[in-house]
């Protein structure tokens, strides 16, 4: 992300001023897919890719923002009646309207954002947009009065209430509370967390973007194995492969933990596997892109491969050695090329800080 950049796009939009510039990560979710909703355990960590916003109060009652990657401008009231039309200015809208509702006292702004996180590719960018924004608004117009946790869930709010996601909080959680070199562990019954260290030297971590895009997508928490079978012949032969995925994959959350904490990346990479298969043939969320993104990764001996995010497209992440990094990198291309007769996109990730303030 280019700091300079956007004060550059700020400068040149809003009268040659300058504000205050906020930051918040995109995420990865190492293992763990799927297990959130169903009152499991996550395992995500916050990324070196997010997005990037200077905003300054302007003195009125209406927001002025600028897109830069979209190169679209907006501006809308505070009220409810106000709400943009655009889709991406609703993020913004939808955080000042949940930040109101929490007792801020929201005045107008001039923004201008851009991000480097991949849309479409499972990376949640808009958790990074509404926490950037949700972390602003806190510091500049609430004395920094709203705390961590609501201010993650001042971001799933938005996307329930103003965009029409009925989604989680593992995102927006991984946004606000990222730490460079560690992952987050967290219970979605108990919103408990707990870092682990995630310093996998020799190891690169590498999303591989199947260019297709996927679709917006009580607990099963507590059932073990054993109980699911001796339930398998009430129960649909789908339904039973989607809750065995889902048993399967909550403990493999926990088994990657004890590994990382013995500094064991090949269990981490053997369970991130699993997972794969387990969303390819127990919860059938792959694709065919994507399924031969992993087949690649384990024919070029990367550690570990999977799909990352909701499923039907986006990116495998791939734990690889240094020395086959390489090897990998070219050969995934080329086959994919030679295979869909088109090349998927490569990105490097690093484990990051959660949201801040940058100047």
Not at 171 to 187: N, P
Not at 209 to 229: A, G
Not at 347 to 359: A, C, E, F, M, T
């Amino acid at each position: 992300m280019d700091i300079e950049y956007v004060r550059s796009r700020f400068i040149k939009h809003f009268d040659g001023t300058t504000g205050s510039v906020y930051a918040s990560p995109g995420r990865i979710n190492l293992i763990g897919e799927h297990t959130d909703y169903n009152g499991g355990f996550v395992f995500p960590g916050a990324v070196d890719k997010g997005m990037i916003a200077e905003i300054k109060p302007n003195g009125t009652d209406k927001v002025r923002a600028y897109s830069i990657d979209l190169k679209d401008y907006v501006e809308f009231g505070l009220n409810e009646e106000d709400a943009p039309k655009a889709s991406w200015a609703r993020y913004i809208f939808g955080v000042c309207r949940e930040m109101i509702k929490r007792g801020v006292d929201v005045k107008g702004f001039d923004t201008a954002f851009a991000g480097d996180v991949p849309l479409g590719a499972g990376m949640s960018s808009s958790a990074a947009l509404e926490s950037t924004y949700a972390f602003a608004i806190n510091e500049l117009f609430g004395d920094n009065k709203i705390d961590k946790f609501e201010l993650a869930k001042v971001g799933q709010a938005t996307e329930h209430n103003y965009c029409g996601v009925n989604c989680g909080i593992m995102d927006q959680f991984a946004s606000v509370f990222g730490k460079e070199g560690s992952l987050i562990r967290l219970d979605c019954r108990s919103l408990e967390y707990q870092y682990f260290p995630f310093k996998p030297e020799g190891y690169r971590l590498v999303l591989v973007d199947s260019v297709v895009k996927h679709p917006h997508v009580e607990f099963l928490r507590d059932c073990t194995m054993e109980m699911l079978q001796e339930a398998k012949a009430e129960i649909s032969e789908e339904d039973y492969m989607r809750a065995e995925y889902v048993i399967e994959e909550i403990q493999r959350v926990l088994d990657v933990c004890d590994a990382l904490e013995r500094g064991d990346y090949e269990t981490v990479g053997q369970k991130m596997y699993e997972t794969h298969y387990g969303m390819s043939k127990l919860y059938e969320v792959s694709c065919e892109e994507l399924d031969f993104l992993n087949d690649v990764a384990f024919d070029c001996g990367v550690t570990g491969s999977r799909v990352m995010g909701g499923g039907f497209g986006g990116c495998t992440i791939n734990l690889v050695k240094n020395e086959l990094y390489e090897t990998f990198i070219t050969t995934a291309k080329e086959r994919f090329k030679e295979k869909f007769g088109r090349s998927p996109k490569v990105y490097d990730v690093v484990i990051s800080d959660g949201s801040r303030k940058l100047v």
